[in-house]
């Protein structure tokens, strides 16, 4: 008999103890076109419901700029007849395998294991690394049962340290960056969490925890959003709450990838590297049947940025994300005059890649969204194309959905031909 699933921690927040539904990338309900022998299942793809709720472990932890779990979905396994609409399959066959080489949090590897596929993901950030490997990892209940006995036991020791007062004993090189986003007692607390999880061995648990941690970082802190790196007052929350938070999120966690697990069919083959897509050098020639992946939408985001925090008080290597994150907000002003110009050659570099590891007969599957350069609009479709037909590729078939224009700036940049997304079937001619 198995056993049973972990039990919820006591009285948790409101907040805490159910998933937040997160408005979708791609809207439903909005202008969309198609082109091509797969061009309704790219649209269909896109047509994510607006209030589609985040499941399973595509819960857990946050991470900015992803595409909704039912778009990798729908292109993977297709989509059930309903009303007004014919079924539609998917590409994919079990047992073949998917690669992101932007994987973030591992939005493609964790619908690649529910359709049967050996997954590949890559990443420069370590941050997507440590995310990725949590959201794809699938537990039985005894094991998350006892990752979830040491989390409270670690919440034990922390509150009995708060108690007496003992300071905490943590060394950390960056500790200097760290201290002034924080209110002194959530500080406090924090780093005695930090110091039990490095104590233990290395292992799963350890690796989970830390994970759980990293959760934890901005929310505490005078850091504005999981998506900006501006700063807020200090978060007024009472002596305890960062426990409390991270017991709870520990168990939604585990119970996730026990439910991961029961619904997985084949426990397909999990691969996670830190590299630059422009190099993957890990993979040689022909490894990957398929390739689902959304590109940086260039001057949005900053991802070293948005999780230098986390990267400081896990120690971990932020040079590569530094040196090599494809088009962050921070560079934009050192974009060329000519919009887009100053990507392609990076993008060319991508898809020189991404041609090698690709099996013959394989698909590449891109996500890509219109962007501004300096109050230019950009047609992130296009510069794609081009930097495709460069590297051998064909565009087999597309569709696009026009998406909401915010901000003014928007709304005078993209007035005459809109602002939109683009998925590209690609092919190797």
């Known amino acids: 008999m198995p056993a049973a699933a972990p039990s919820a921690p006591a009285k948790p927040a409101a907040s805490q103890a159910r998933p937040r539904r997160r408005r979708s990338l791609a809207q439903a309900n909005l202008e969309t076109r198609q082109e091509g022998p797969q061009g309704a299942l790219l649209e269909r793809a896109l047509r994510v419901p607006a209030q589609s709720p985040y499941v399973l472990t595509h819960a857990f932890h946050p991470y900015p700029g992803r595409f909704h779990p039912q778009l990798a979905r729908t292109l993977l396994v297709g989509v059930a007849a309903s009303e007004g609409h014919a079924s539609v399959p998917g590409l994919t066959r079990p047992g073949q395998s998917v690669l992101d080489p932007f994987m973030g949090g591992g939005t493609t590897l964790v619908e690649g ?82 110091r039990l999880v490095n104590g233990l061995d290395p292992s799963d648990t350890r690796e989970t925890l830390r994970a759980v941690f ?12 999981d998506s900006s790196s501006e ?40 691969r996670l590297l830190q590299e630059d897509a422009r190099l993957l050098p890990t993979l040689g020639w022909g490894e990957v049947d398929w390739i689902l992946t959304s590109p940086p939408y260039p001057g949005v985001y900053d991802y070293h940025q948005h999780h230098r925090l986390r990267m400081d008080w896990l120690e971990l290597d932020d040079q590569p994300l530094l040196q090599g994150e494809l088009a962050p907000r921070r560079a934009q002003g050192a974009l060329a005059e000519e919009p887009g110009r100053s990507l392609s050659s990076e993008f060319r ?22 962007w501004l350069d300096r109050g230019h609009a950009v047609n992130g479709a296009a510069v794609l194309r081009r930097a495709a037909q460069d590297k051998g590729w064909r565009v087999e078939s597309w569709a696009a959905m026009r998406r909401e224009t915010r901000s003014r700036p928007e709304r005078r940049a993209y007035a005459r031909l809109g602002k939109w997304e683009h998925l590209l079937y690609l092919v190797r001619l």
């Not at 340290?161 to 002194?184: D, M, N, V």
């Not at 959760?215 to 959003?225: D, E, I, L, M």
């Open 113 to 194: 294991l529910l359709a049967g596929l050996d997954v590949v993901g890559s990443d420069l950030n370590p941050i997507a690394v440590l995310v990725a490997r949590e959201r794809t990892r699938l537990r039985s209940p005894a094991q998350a049962l006892r990752v979830l006995g040491e989390a409270r036991r670690i919440a034990g020791q922390v509150e009995a340290l708060r108690r007496e007062r003992k300071p905490p004993r943590l060394q950390l090189a960056e500790l200097h960056r760290i201290t002034p986003h924080y209110a002194p007692h959530l500080l406090a607390e924090l780093m005695q969490w930090l």
């Open 214 to 225: 990293s959760s934890a970082v901005v929310k505490f802190s005078n850091q504005a959003s």
């Open 231 to 270: 700063l807020r007052p200090s978060p007024s929350v009472a002596k305890g709450a960062v426990t409390r938070f991270l017991v709870a999120k520990c168990e939604q966690l585990v119970q996730a990838q026990v439910d991961l697990a029961r619904r997985v069919p084949r426990r397909g083959q999990v």
């Open 349 to 370: 570099d991508v898809l020189g890649t991404l041609a090698r590891v690709l099996k013959p007969g394989g698909g590449l599957l891109l996500v890509v969204g219109d």
